[in-house]
């Protein structure tokens, strides 16, 4: 397995984007991603150009849809789902969750913390938190600036209140990608876990959370348990565990690049353990959790001290599957 660098969030001309199709694949042929998923509002008018454009420039484009919702939005990846956005309700938004990853669709909660500037409905996720704790993924982060500001707080604190539940929810970074930027301001990549960058492989790395979000920073971790490793995402046959940290820099990484590591964070529902971290070099840190354990790394970027990367979470005590790693779709703990 190794991490495939992948955009989840985008638009093109086919809804309120100002690139077509073609032009959105050049552009991540461009900046290096191995995969991106098209989310249109409420549409897959684009997606069969953009497929056609990701073979021809040897880019997977995966099929999704966001679904743009007056009290929220999501994307949806995958392409096989047949719920329609205007049939989704405050009351039924946990069915409709369900019932797209029944059909193998992957759902993330979008930039829930996100104004919408200046009229953009249902941008900030206003359906009630017990209601969309089916889903597979949350945007700890979106949009430029990803790891600065109010609405990255707010929603890594939620991120993190879900997880305190016993929730098994990946973070997910989401571009909301709708303008080609010649000179790219702050933003984010999620990496993902996965076989190969096949549309199905991606899919799978992040229907099983498999995934990590930064700014400028590769984070190769892994957990060993009882003599065997296990990948971001996996349920561990108990919460203890060795977490194995090494980062590199991301030598193409178009904006800021972050100057140098101070910290690993190992958090987990019983507390924080902080480790020096530097390039280049690996650490290891024992841990013991009930619930849950996310590696944070923390360096100096733009020359004041910044959060750079989050991991989804390794859990504990669940049962395992054949690989060790959380259930696609229903994932309640
Ligand atoms: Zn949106
Ligand atoms: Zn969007």
Partial sequence: MRFFRCELHTHTTSSDGSMSPEELVDRAVECGYDA???TDHNTVAGVKRAISAGKNRGLTVIPGIEWTTFWGHFTVTG????????????????????????KGDVVAVAHPKRMGFPLCSGCHCDYDPCKIKGANNYEVWSHYYPNEGVAARQQREQWYSLLSEGLRIGAVYGYDWHRRDDVPPSYAYTY????????????SGLGRGTTYITVGVLADCAAVCEGREYPIGSVLPKGEAEISVLCERIEDYRSDKPDELTRAEIRTDKGVTSAPIRFGERIKV??????????EIYGKRKREEQLLAITSAFYAGGICDDHGTRRSAGNRA
């Fill in 79 to 102: 392409g096989t789902s047949d719920v329609l956005w205007r049939d989704i309700t405050p009351q039924n938004v946990d069915a409709m969750i369900k019932r797209a990853q029944e």
């Fill in 286 to 295: 024992k841990t013991t959790f009930e619930k849950y354990c996310v590696v």
């Fill in 36 to 38: 991106i998923v098209l």
């Fill in 192 to 203: 993902v876990g996965a076989e190969s960058a096949s549309e199905k492989d991606i899919l």
